[in-house]
């Protein structure tokens, strides 16, 4: 039986009656300390994975942990190569029969890009679970501990099994292809748009809602080969929105672009009229999101653009990024994205 691998960075005495688990922590405020118990902002990230595991003795209770640490920054640092490493390992790790689930460390105001990316790029149906928090740890009612006590919870659940990527603060649980961080201060931030609240933890239990489902148009994406991620790049519409911007974008080396437009997809006459331009000239796909926090942009016939459907400028970003670094062409990557919005 496992579980000593001497890879991990830290390992936590065997129980061998109790599942295994692996953390990747990668920073965020969950493992941030501020210089007083009442500093809610400009703390700085430090605590590593043993720190966070420590701080939470109640884990040992119901799983073994081993805990690799990836990273230790803001989420706003995440990068690509943060992003394929903790796809390899938390794939090879899941594809071990003594792991039972993933827990990956995170800062919130990037979460929903990585777990929507883990959705799209691990293969399994045991539960990954992506946390963080909105308090340091050294704050009052900081809240990474219960946090992080709720998502090992999630990761040793058969219930939490086939329900893809999942983000848990704050006791709501939340698929990641729909969460978003809907405020950029408040603790109650994460929660899903329309179609994505899975369940909610009561006394530590966690209660789904739905029996295990798979969001329409999952995709996966085996990135087992790849060392990097395509370049995609997002313009966020506005009025009197700079035409020049698609075309600099392509200078800067942008193989694809997602522009958060107004409303449900739009940009002004000129700044349609430079990406209409730019797409004849080059042929690189343009896909139209909303600004909007939630919203759908349906897909015209007519438009050179490709409808992102429900999925924001963000996720949007991560899906075509995926697409061009496995070679779909423009009507591959046309029809991925209208697997997200079927016709009736
Ligand atoms: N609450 C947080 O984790 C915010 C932090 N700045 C981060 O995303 O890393």
Do not use: W
């Not at 039986?1 to 936590?12: G, P, R, V």
């Not at 992506?130 to 992080?148: C, F, H, I, Q, Y």
């Not at 603060?169 to 405020?183: E, H, M, P, Q, V």
């Not at 779909?328 to 697997?339: P, R, S, T």
């Amino acid at each position: 039986m496992c579980c000593h691998d001497e890879h991990a960075h830290i390992q936590t005495a065997i129980n061998a009656s109790l599942p295994n688990v692996t953390i990747f922590a990668t920073g965020g405020t969950i493992a941030s300390q501020g210089s007083s118990n009442t500093q809610t902002v400009g703390y700085q990230v430090g605590l590593g994975v043993q720190q966070l595991v420590d701080a939470v003795p109640e884990i040992l209770n119901i799983s073994n942990i081993a805990g690799y640490q990836i990273s230790n920054v803001d989420s706003g640092s995440v990068n690509q190569t943060i992003l394929l490493k903790l796809a390899h390992q938390i794939n090879s790790e899941l594809a071990r029969d003594d792991v039972s689930g993933v827990v990956v460390t995170h800062g919130t105001d990037t979460l929903e890009e990585t777990a929507f990316f883990l959705q799209l790029a691990v293969n399994s149906t045991k539960p990954v679970v992506v946390v963080g928090a909105m308090r340091p740890a050294t704050a009052l009612s900081a809240d990474g501990e219960l946090n992080l006590l709720q998502a090992v919870t999630l990761a040793v659940s058969d219930n939490a099994k086939g329900r893809g990527t999942m983000i848990t603060l704050n006791d709501r649980i939340g698929s990641a292809f729909y969460t978003t961080k809907n405020n950029a201060n408040s603790l109650d931030t994460f929660f899903s748009t329309e179609a994505g609240q899975l369940g909610f933890f009561i006394n530590q239990v966690p209660y789904f809602y739905y029996a295990p489902s798979v969001p329409i148009g999952l995709t996966h994406f085996d990135l087992a080969n790849a060392t990097s991620l395509a370049h995609v790049d997002i313009l966020y519409a506005h009025q009197d929105m700079d035409p020049a911007l698609f075309n600099a974008s392509y200078a800067l080396g942008a193989e694809g672009l997602v522009f958060a437009g107004v409303g449900a997809g739009g940009i002004s006459s000129k700044a349609s009229e430079a990406a209409e331009g730019l797409f004849n000239a080059t042929g690189i796909p343009i896909v139209a999101s909303h600004r909007s926090v939630d919203g759908f942009v349906p897909s015209t016939d007519e438009s050179f653009t490709i409808a992102a459907g429900f999925y924001n400028p963000q996720k949007a970003r991560v899906l075509l990024q995926l697409a061009l670094t496995m070679d779909y062409d423009y009507d591959e990557i046309k029809n991925l994205f209208a697997l997200g919005y079927p016709k009736p």
